[in-house]
């Protein structure tokens, strides 16, 4: 247990609709990065954030939006969805910004678009 | 651009029979280079880092090396419950982001008894 949590576990939904995936990072950590996982591409770095502002962006995109509450834990928001959005959503976090720390990962959420 | 490449895809083992898996590595600078294992349906899970060519570390029946191109992760003896996905990661020193990782696809470990 890497102690991220992330909620839902599964999320199956239609084309057009938007979700809400949620992740709470580790005791203490303050940076959270989410990433996609798809059969064809890997892991792919989506965003990241660190005590509330956006730090980094990676392929993203513009139909997916992020944020992270005064508590630390962050949401990413999906809307608009597409077939080819079913993945496997993680998200990660460490201490700090400056690279040298390793992220830990939460179980991940599997998106079905339908 | 910076690019991680993993092999082989897939590799599969005889219990006890000890084997390497690759990482080749291209970027602007290295701030570390990092090993997860990944079980189906699971998040990765953190093995390794490295920082710089020479390092090495261990755990158990793995061990990490790092060469300026390239990272081995070396299985001795490996058991059934070694199976899994393997990926190496790499943070670059430049760039406009901070922190993130590129991964590498994964090198698929089966181990049969």
């Known amino acids: 247990d890497s102690g991220v949590t992330q909620t839902p576990k599964h999320l199956i939904t239609a084309t057009g609709q938007r979700v809400t995936l949620r992740c709470s990072p580790r005791?203490?950590?303050?940076?959270v990065y989410w990433y996609q996982q798809s059969l064809d591409q890997g892991l792919q770095f989506l965003i990241q954030?660190?005590?509330?502002?956006?730090?980094a962006k990676g392929n993203i995109l513009e139909r997916f939006s992020a944020q992270q509450f005064p508590d630390l834990h962050s949401e990413l928001n999906l809307s608009s969805l597409e077939l080819g959005d079913s993945a496997l959503y993680f998200c990660?976090?460490?201490?700090?910004?400056?690279?040298?720390?390793?992220?830990?990962f939460g179980p991940g959420t599997r998106l079905t678009v339908l | 651009e910076d690019q991680v490449t993993q092999s082989p895809e897939a590799l599969r083992l005889q219990e006890g029979e000890s084997s390497s898996l690759n990482c080749s590595y291209t970027?602007?600078?290295?701030?570390?280079l990092f090993w997860y294992r990944q079980d189906p349906g699971k998040g990765p899970e953190f093995l390794f880092t490295?920082?710089?060519a020479g390092e090495e570390k261990e755990k158990e029946r793995l061990k990490a090396t790092l060469t300026k191109k390239e990272s081995f992760l070396h299985i001795t003896a490996p058991k059934p419950e070694d199976s899994a996905t393997y990926l190496c990661?790499?943070?670059?020193?430049?760039?406009?982001?901070?922190?993130?990782?590129?991964f590498g696809k994964g090198t698929k470990l089966s181990v049969k008894p």
């Open positions: 990660a976090s460490t201490t700090g910004t400056s690279g040298h720390n390793e992220q830990f």
């Open positions: 005791s203490g950590d303050l940076s």
């Open positions: 954030y660190y005590n509330g502002e956006e730090r």
């Open positions: 970027v602007s600078g290295l701030r570390g």
């Open positions: 490295l920082y710089s």
């Open positions: 990661a790499v943070r670059p020193l430049y760039g406009g982001s901070q922190g993130n990782l590129i």
